[in-house]
């Protein structure tokens, strides 16, 4: 195999594929890069296991430089490569394997040789069906993704916490995510054959696969989703990105949206995060990690204390207070967390009472049945 290639673009989509590459791999060979060159350009693979990353770097598009000169495939060592890459002078480079899979890096004055690994023996990626397609606008399903993925666990003792749920139904996605502490739901509209939209799936997928593939796709317009039983296939252009499923039954999370409220407030949730922030100053020095959130008719006051430094207090500016008068106690990080999906928009804040599930949502929202859009967190017992 022998190709020369622009290198910031081969810089780019290195990039991008390692994001599927650990040094950690009890698989040896999963270390490395495989690269592959044929009639329409240059083929990227990496994978963990978990997830596998292909890019195809099209010879057809001028801004690539590609050159083919001799078809094939080698498997490198990926960070080695990657740096090689980052390190040299020229725009353009040529790699060239050559006996015993040892490889040329040539730029300029400056020329390489590591060894490679044959390429057939680089694992195959899964087989996914294509004719199961759902396609979604790009920049949605990345909203998605950011809106749900903070409410995933990062303990593995619950493995299938550490994933968001998504069911597809009645043309509508529904994504859920929780660590039992705190949740999120979002529900958009999708797109997909008319004899798709009987079809229900209900797949978990690893909160770490999904922020991976909202770094990578950025310009694509949509993104198709295909769907086996134990994989999912995300293709955007000239990207493929696998990941595989979590086993197991997501718990039911319907159950633990309250149906209705006895207090409620109105406001900026861009200001309350900026308020919860300050407050969680203090609140970070104490043993608990918590802030207190006190409603009445007159006033919403915002409070944290650390014993050893000591407290704070802030009085919030509010469109609107009503309900019972109400003094709760949560965790600061997980409401910041909740009000940074919002941007700078207005929320309603619902509560029941100080020791169940208060429920964050847009306040323009059409009915108060509607979520398509929440953030569900759990106060905490203060003593």
Not at 43 to 51: A, E, N, P, Q
Not at 146 to 164: M, N
Not at 178 to 186: A, E, V
Not at 308 to 328: F, M
């Amino acid at each position: 195999m022998k190709f020369s290639i622009n290198r910031q673009v081969l810089i780019k989509h290195l990039s991008d594929v390692q994001r599927a590459i650990s040094s950690r791999t009890t698989i040896p060979i999963l270390t490395g890069v495989k690269i592959s060159a044929d009639e329409n350009g240059i083929v990227l693979s990496g994978s963990d296991s978990d997830i596998s990353i292909e890019t195809l770097i099209p010879v057809s598009e001028e801004n690539n430089q590609i050159e083919i000169h001799t078809q094939g495939g080698i498997v490198l060592p990926a960070r080695f490569f990657s740096e090689i890459v980052k390190k040299l002078a020229d725009e353009k480079i040529t790699i060239e394997v050559k006996d015993h899979f040892q490889t040329n890096i040539t730029s300029a004055k400056a020329s390489f040789t590591i060894n490679g690994i044959d390429v057939n023996n680089y694992p195959n990626f899964p087989v996914i069906d294509s004719n199961e397609v759902i396609t979604l606008p790009t920049a949605l399903f990345k909203q998605v993704i950011q809106h749900t993925v903070i409410a995933t666990s990062t303990q593995e003792s619950r493995p299938i916490l550490t994933g968001v749920n998504m069911t597809i139904q009645d043309g509508k996605l529904t994504a859920v995510a929780t660590d039992s502490h705190r949740l999120s739901q979002r529900v958009i509209s999708i797109a997909a054959p008319d004899s798709q939209l009987e079809k229900t799936y209900n797949v978990i997928i690893p909160g770490k696969s999904l922020v991976e593939l909202s770094r990578i796709v950025e310009n694509q317009a949509t993104i198709e989703m295909m769907i086996t039983e134990n994989q999912v296939l995300f293709k955007a252009e000239n990207v493929y990105f696998y990941s595989r499923l979590l086993e197991g039954y997501y718990p039911d999370t319907n159950r633990l949206i309250p149906a209705s409220s006895s207090t409620q407030i109105v406001l900026n949730a861009y200001d309350l995060l900026q308020a919860t922030d300050r407050a969680s100053l203090l609140s970070h020095e104490g043993k608990n990690n918590v802030v207190k959130l006190s409603i009445d008719a007159n006033k919403v006051e915002l409070s944290g204390n650390s014993p050893e430094v000591g407290n704070v207090e802030e009085s919030l500016a509010y469109e609107s207070a009503s309900g019972d008068p109400l003094i709760i106690s949560f965790n600061p990080d997980y409401m910041k967390d909740a009000l940074r999906t919002f941007g700078q928009q207005d929320v309603q804040v619902n509560f029941t009472s100080a020791v169940r599930p208060f429920t964050v949502v847009p306040a323009d929202r059409e009915d108060d049945n509607d979520n398509s859009f929440i953030q569900l967190i759990t106060p905490v017992r203060t003593y």
